[in-house]
Nanobody
Framework: VQLQASGGGLVPAGNSLRLSCAAS????????LGWFRQAPGKEREFVSS????????YYADSVKGRFTITRENAENMLYLEMDTLKAEDTAVYYC?????????????????WGQGTLVTVSS
C-alpha cells in the first residue's frame, strides 16, 4: 500500500491544521493506521493510532484532547485534526499502515509509511 501525507504548513500557535493521508494500491480497510512525528534532532515518536474499523483510537499524552484521528475507509483516507497547536508540535508528520488491525504505539509494527509532511508552529 502506498501512502501520501499532505496538509502540513506554517501556522501560529493556537491555530488548527488538518493532515490528510491518501492511500493507494490497496484498500486500507484491514489495516490499523497511525500518525508519527519527528522533530528536528529528535527520534520519531507516536502521535495517534486508529483501528481498522475506526472504533478504537489512541493518543500520545502530549496531544490527547487536542488531536483527533479519523479514517474514511470508503475513500481510502486517514486524517489528523490538530487543534490548539503548540510550538512543540513542530515536526515532520508521517502516516503509516500496520498489518495489525488494532494499530500500535510502536513504529516497528507498521509496514507501510508515507513520505511525511512538515508542520511548523510559530510561537
Amino acid at each position: 500500500v502506498q501512502l501520501q501525507a499532505s496538509g502540513g504548513g506554517l501556522v501560529p500557535a493556537g491555530n488548527s491544521l488538518r493532515l490528510s493521508c491518501a492511500a493507494s494500491g490497496r484498500a486500507i480497510t484491514p489495516y490499523g493506521l497511525g500518525w508519527f512525528r519527528q522533530a528536528p534532532g529528535k527520534e520519531r515518536e507516536f502521535v495517534s493510532s486508529i483501528s481498522s474499523s475506526g472504533s478504537n483510537t489512541y493518543y500520545a499524552d502530549s496531544v490527547k484532547g487536542r488531536f483527533t484521528i479519523t479514517r474514511e475507509n470508503a475513500e481510502n483516507m486517514l486524517y489528523l485534526e490538530m487543534d490548539t497547536l503548540k510550538a512543540e508540535d513542530t515536526a515532520v508528520y508521517y502516516c503509516a499502515a500496520s498489518d495489525l488491525s488494532t494499530g500500535s504505539l510502536y513504529s516497528d509494527h507498521y509496514n507501510y509509511w508515507g513520505q511525511g509532511t512538515l508542520v511548523t508552529v510559530s510561537s
